[in-house]
């Protein structure tokens, strides 16, 4: 975890519901995808607390420099302020935060499910499974065409049948939720496939829960990278905390430092 202080090289909104943010950082960070970063600096103390953002990519820049790039929904106050922000302005930067996905398992086949602004987080997942020539699949969800991330963003897209799009409205894809896509193809899995299946999804709540209902009937295992609103970042506050089942007990756990991603069989949803 690293406190740095960064100077917005873009902030470019597209369709009037993405922005992509990349940030010049003092030095380059590594992380794991699902990790996040606590991003403030807007005018003024409000709102007073930073806002979490999915780290959607970070690399070198020249004189042993780095860079950091985040893809985000304009949602409340802090987000409508960030979006408002121009290139060469400063941000402080907390980063890479909490536990990201589990990527090291051989032999699996990887679903990537990615609801909303939830492709924030799957993204990074494909590039890294990509880059180890591991056999993935993408599903992305949204209420129509607009809500959908651009093509030139989506790693492995030119791969026939890879990416999967799925719009409520019909208008781009299959017509119908992400979730009815994934649980179809569940169905129709062998019991072989099954057992080498790993689910990777972020998204909203209900989103995430009816995949892990799903997937746990069927004896899939599933990563699920949680949403939920965060003070601090990094631990110290509880104010993030998700219920876990612990044998018999429930045991609660901070999204910030212990997630966001967590395996979907433990969630009390």
């Not at 402080?92 to 086949?109: A, E, I, K, N, Y």
């Not at 499974?129 to 699949?137: N, Q, S, V, Y």
């Not at 905390?241 to 901070?254: C, I, M, P, Q, T």
């Amino acid at each position: 975890m690293q406190f740095v202080a960064g100077k917005i090289v873009r902030n470019e909104g597209h369709g009037e519901i993405f922005y992509r943010l990349e940030v010049a950082i003092p030095e380059p960070v590594e992380f794991t995808p699902g990790q996040f970063a606590m991003v403030s600096g807007w005018p003024g103390n409000d709102p007073l607390l930073p806002r979490p953002l999915a780290i959607f990519r970070a690399g070198a820049a020249p004189k042993g420099k780095g860079t950091a790039e985040f893809v985000y929904k304009v949602v409340g106050r802090g987000t409508a302020l960030l979006s408002g922000m121009h290139p060469g302005e400063r941000l402080s930067l907390t980063l890479p935060l909490g536990r990201g996905f589990d990527l090291g398992r051989d032999g699996r086949l990887y679903w990537l499910v990615g609801g909303g602004v939830g492709f924030s987080s799957v993204f990074p997942a494909a590039a890294a499974l990509a880059g180890r020539r591991t056999e993935f699949e993408m599903f992305l969800g949204s209420r129509t065409r607009e809500h959908l991330p651009p093509k030139e963003w989506t790693p492995g897209g030119s791969a026939p049948g890879r990416v999967h799009l799925c719009t409520e409205d019909g208008t781009a894809g299959y017509f119908g939720r992400v979730t009815e896509v994934v649980k179809e193809r569940l169905a129709g899995l062998s019991a072989a496939d099954v057992s080498r299946l790993m689910i990777l999804s972020c998204g909203p709540r209900e989103m995430l829960k009816e995949i892990a209902f799903a997937a746990a009937e069927r004896g899939a295992e599933m990563q699920a990278a949680l949403e939920n609103h965060m003070a601090c970042g990094f631990g110290v506050c509880w104010g993030c905390v998700v219920a876990l089942r612990d044998g018999e007990k429930v045991a609660y756990r901070r999204v910030c430092k212990e997630g966001p991603v967590f395996d979907a069989r433990e969630v009390v949803w």
